[in-house]
């Protein structure tokens, strides 16, 4: 795709829930080691009835790329449980509220559209890099994709840069010590171990170079 349109949106939406569902173990066994062990379970279940949600919804393509990615945020707020489900819903109607009207996003303004989706996430999180969270894969990853849009690149590459960011990001993770959510709760002992929500944010990220791809 040359740009990012709602049928993307759909689709990455329907890609993020595929490959939560195949490593939801891998984000159970994150989350046991220093959460409550419902990651996986709550992205696999939250994420199936926003896909379902969004395939019943009629999303003509006169519908603003803004009004679609709000209908995300809101589906996420009411399907995706725990800590993680209202942040990554702020962050879709923050991306939501700065794509406004258009129907379509280039790099540029996926890179505008998801940094005020992020600003968003910090606003209800207060999340700052290190903290071992979401925040610590999704941050670069928007970086990335800003830096590389101002080069001129392409959505595919672009994307596929803030994928790599992304899976840096979630590596470093690991020697952080937790300082938002329950893994704070753990002190010294959050050291070691990935974060789920940066592990599943990851995820995101990957999905959407994937739709962006195809
Ligand atoms: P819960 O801890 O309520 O069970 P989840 O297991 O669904 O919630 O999600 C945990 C993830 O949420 C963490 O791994 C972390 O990435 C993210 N998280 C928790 N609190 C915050 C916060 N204040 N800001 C950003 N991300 C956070
Ligand atoms: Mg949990
Ligand atoms: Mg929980």
Same mark, same amino acid.
């Given at each position: 795709a040359t740009a990012v349109t709602n049928e993307v949106i759909i689709d990455w939406l329907a890609r993020f829930h595929d490959i939560v569902a195949k490593q939801r173990a891998y984000l159970t066994e994150l989350d046991s080691a220093i959460g409550d062990a419902d990651h996986g379970v709550n992205m696999d279940r939250g994420l199936a009835q926003v896909v379902e949600m969004l395939q019943r919804q009629a999303t003509g393509p006169d519908a603003s790329t803004g009004a679609l990615l709000q209908h995300v945020g809101n589906d996420l707020l009411t399907s995706l449980g725990g800590a993680a489900g209202p942040l990554y819903s702020a962050l879709f109607l923050g991306a939501g509220a700065a794509a406004g009207e258009r129907t379509r996003l280039n790099a540029d303004e996926l890179a505008d559209s998801l940094r005020a989706g992020l600003v968003e996430l910090v606003r209800r999180g207060s999340s700052e890099s290190g903290? +071992?969270?979401?925040f610590d894969a999704l941050d670069p990853a928007v970086e990335i994709l800003r830096k590389a849009a101002d080069d001129g690149a392409g959505l595919g590459p672009a994307t596929a840069a803030a994928a790599a960011a992304a899976v840096t990001g979630r590596e470093a993770t690991a020697p952080m010590l937790a /300082? +938002?959510? /329950?893994?704070?709760?753990?002190g010294e002992r959050s050291i070691g171990h990935v974060d789920p929500g940066a592990a599943s944010a990851t995820m995101l990220v990957i999905a959407l170079a994937e739709a962006v791809a195809q």
């Amino acid at each position: 795709a040359t740009a990012v349109t709602n049928e993307v949106i759909i689709d990455w939406l329907a890609r993020f829930h595929d490959i939560v569902a195949k490593q939801r173990a891998y984000l159970t066994e994150l989350d046991s080691a220093i959460g409550d062990a419902d990651h996986g379970v709550n992205m696999d279940r939250g994420l199936a009835q926003v896909v379902e949600m969004l395939q019943r919804q009629a999303t003509g393509p006169d519908a603003s790329t803004g009004a679609l990615l709000q209908h995300v945020g809101n589906d996420l707020l009411t399907s995706l449980g725990g800590a993680a489900g209202p942040l990554y819903s702020a962050l879709f109607l923050g991306a939501g509220a700065a794509a406004g009207e258009r129907t379509r996003l280039n790099a540029d303004e996926l890179a505008d559209s998801l940094r005020a989706g992020l600003v968003e996430l910090v606003r209800r999180g207060s999340s700052e890099s290190g903290d +071992k969270t979401m925040f610590d894969a999704l941050d670069p990853a928007v970086e990335i994709l800003r830096k590389a849009a101002d080069d001129g690149a392409g959505l595919g590459p672009a994307t596929a840069a803030a994928a790599a960011a992304a899976v840096t990001g979630r590596e470093a993770t690991a020697p952080m010590l937790a /300082r +938002k959510g /329950r893994a704070s709760y753990l002190g010294e002992r959050s050291i070691g171990h990935v974060d789920p929500g940066a592990a599943s944010a990851t995820m995101l990220v990957i999905a959407l170079a994937e739709a962006v791809a195809q």
